[in-house]
């Protein structure tokens, strides 16, 4: 199930409401790991935790979820920044609704967002978000 709420936030990314980070992305979006060859900048999504919330008659999953934005770009205020993506990011998946297919998406919350330590001039930004989705 977790690779339809994957599936989900790509095609959210791949659509019209998602062309602003996506133009900004020019190294997409993975799930779990990007390529060894990926060009930055790039956002990796992981599962951080998945946990029943089932009711007497409704099965519901909640899960918390990490986006990484990876960039090399050391001016986060440039056009095209770390600062752009974030904002585009956001914008794109706060409160948003998820297409996740044999379940409801009813809650795509933002929860925190972590800078990384700065490595081999790269940046990194984590985002975590809560998901709740139901049959």
């Avoid at 918390?64 to 990876?70: G, L, M």
């Amino acid at each position: 199930m977790i690779d339809n709420v994957y599936a989900s936030i790509k095609t959210r990314y791949d659509s019209i409401a998602g062309a602003t980070l996506k133009a900004l992305v020019t190294g997409g979006i993975w799930a779990e790991q990007a390529p060894s060859n990926c060009a930055m900048p790039y956002i990796v999504v992981n599962l951080i935790t998945d946990v029943p919330e089932d009711t007497y008659t409704e099965e519901i999953e909640f899960m918390r979820i990490q986006f990484t934005i990876w960039h090399n770009n050391m001016n986060a205020e440039a056009t095209g920044g770390m600062k752009a993506i974030y904002e585009a990011f956001r914008a794109l998946y706060d409160d948003a609704t998820l297409t996740v297919t044999g379940w409801t998406n009813f809650s795509c919350r933002w929860l925190s967002t972590t800078n990384l330590p700065t490595e081999d001039k790269v940046l990194g930004r984590a985002m975590d978000y809560e998901i709740y989705i139901e049959t």
